[in-house]
């Protein structure tokens, strides 16, 4: 199908937002990206990729029926009975404690385990479909060993608004991490860009030449101990790893964390000392009710962390002095 931009508004724009606005949400922006990256997309006859920026009168030349052959490829999300802690739940939202060793949403390696799996059961269904048919009711996103409070919505009209919220940071997320080493500065902010290692599609590390996606940690140590320290830090960008990879770029790789070099600190003090991965929880999240524009801010006690951070919290805290 053609598509002649003629419309003002969408000059500048994206083309993979376009086209998810194009076709009002019915399919995933991320499907249309992945989409595009894969197959290119023609823009008055020539190949662009998603960061192509729209222009007044530019011819758009979507293959249609290919893409959706692109998205069927992936089997029917499958409803999952896994008890979740709820912290908070009505016709529109839920909060819930996402336990370590869980997956957001599903992916090539796992698509029966995840969060996304969990909802479906616990809702019945009732979840946003904004995010594609693999990310139903998931507003913003956990990595698999980062435990803690997580939004999901039940609505197209909440996930929007929660979306917006988070974009525009009136919603507030911050995270508690246990950090390697012992800070200089006790309080500080983090703004560097991030690109993606090499070809790894996963892991992130900060751009020398300023170019990739802008980031910005802010942080707090809140506790030391020998060699390490315990730090608050509140997300003003979401990027994929962003609080790992800023940690690791200023020499305070998260506890546990291998993809991040954790490692290398840990072979003399803390040999001994096993965790699954980062030691990395979200504790606080505050928004605005997207229907009764209530304030609502939850703060998970210490005791609500994963057991993995609490063991090793407790083992600092004995060892303090000693």
Same mark, same amino acid.
């Given at each position: 199908?053609?598509?002649?931009?003629?419309?003002?508004?969408?000059?500048?724009?994206?083309?993979? $937002?376009?086209?998810?606005?194009?076709?009002?949400?019915?399919?995933?922006?991320?499907?249309?990206?992945?989409?595009?990256?894969?197959?290119?997309?023609?823009?008055?006859?020539?190949?662009?990729?998603? $960061?192509?920026?729209?222009?007044?009168?530019?011819?758009?030349?979507?293959?249609?029926?290919?893409?959706?052959?692109?998205?069927?490829?992936?089997?029917?999300?499958?409803?999952?009975?896994?008890?979740?802690?709820?912290?908070?739940?009505?016709?529109?939202?839920?909060?819930?404690?996402?336990?370590?060793?869980?997956?957001?949403?599903?992916?090539?390696?796992?698509?029966?385990?995840?969060?996304?799996?969990?909802?479906?059961?616990?809702?019945?269904?009732?979840?946003?479909?904004?995010?594609?048919?693999?990310?139903?009711?998931?507003?913003?996103?956990?990595?698999?060993?980062?435990?803690?409070?997580?939004?999901?919505?039940?609505?197209? =009209?909440?996930?929007?608004?929660?979306?917006?919220?988070?974009?525009?940071?009136?919603?507030?997320?911050?995270?508690?991490? &246990?950090?390697?080493?012992?800070?200089?500065?006790? =309080?500080?902010?983090?703004?560097?860009?991030?690109?993606?290692?090499?070809?790894?599609?996963?892991?992130?590390?900060?751009?020398?030449?300023?170019?990739?996606?802008?980031?910005?940690?802010?942080?707090?140590?809140?506790?030391?101990?020998?060699?390490?320290?315990?730090?608050?830090?509140?997300?003003?960008?979401?990027?994929?790893?962003?609080?790992?990879?800023?940690?690791?770029? &200023?020499?305070?790789?998260?506890?546990?964390? $291998?993809?991040?070099?954790?490692?290398?600190?840990?072979?003399?003090?803390?040999?001994?000392?096993?965790?699954?991965?980062?030691?990395?929880?979200?504790?606080?999240? $505050?928004? &605005?009710?997207?229907?009764?524009?209530?304030?609502? =801010?939850?703060?998970?006690?210490?005791?609500?962390?994963?057991?993995?951070?609490?063991?090793?919290?407790?083992?600092?805290?004995?060892?303090?002095?000693?």
């Amino acid at each position: 199908m053609k598509i002649i931009l003629e419309d003002e508004k969408y000059i500048k724009q994206r083309i993979d $937002s376009f086209l998810a606005q194009y076709f009002k949400n019915e399919f995933a922006r991320n499907k249309i990206s992945a989409f595009i990256e894969k197959e290119g997309i023609l823009i008055n006859n020539k190949i662009q990729k998603t $960061s192509y920026k729209l222009k007044l009168n530019d011819i758009i030349d979507f293959p249609l029926e290919k893409f959706k052959e692109f998205i069927e490829i992936k089997e029917e999300l499958t409803p999952w009975d896994f008890k979740l802690e709820v912290i908070y739940e009505d016709d529109d939202l839920i909060v819930i404690n996402k336990p370590k060793n869980m997956l957001t949403h599903p992916t090539k390696f796992d698509r029966k385990n995840t969060l996304s799996n969990a909802l479906l059961y616990h809702c019945k269904g009732k979840l946003s479909n904004i995010g594609g048919m693999d990310r139903l009711g998931i507003v913003h996103r956990l990595d698999k060993n980062t435990a803690g409070l997580i939004i999901a919505a039940k609505t197209n =009209e909440a996930h929007e608004n929660l979306a917006y919220q988070i974009k525009e940071k009136i919603a507030k997320r911050k995270y508690l991490a &246990i950090a390697l080493g012992n800070f200089k500065e006790k =309080e500080g902010t983090i703004n560097k860009p991030l690109i993606h290692y090499l070809k790894d599609n996963v892991k992130m590390i900060v751009s020398d030449n300023n170019e990739g996606l802008s980031a910005e940690t802010k942080y707090k140590v809140i506790e030391e101990f020998k060699g390490a320290s315990l730090v608050e830090l509140e997300l003003k960008t979401g990027r994929t790893h962003q609080i790992r990879a800023h940690l690791s770029s &200023i020499n305070h790789p998260i506890f546990g964390d $291998s993809l991040y070099g954790a490692k290398s600190f840990m072979r003399n003090e803390f040999y001994n000392l096993k965790t699954q991965e980062q030691l990395l929880q979200s504790y606080y999240l $505050s928004f &605005i009710h997207p229907k009764t524009k209530e304030n609502l =801010e939850f703060q998970l006690k210490e005791e609500e962390f994963s057991e993995d951070f609490i063991k090793v919290l407790n083992f600092l805290r004995r060892t303090k002095d000693a």
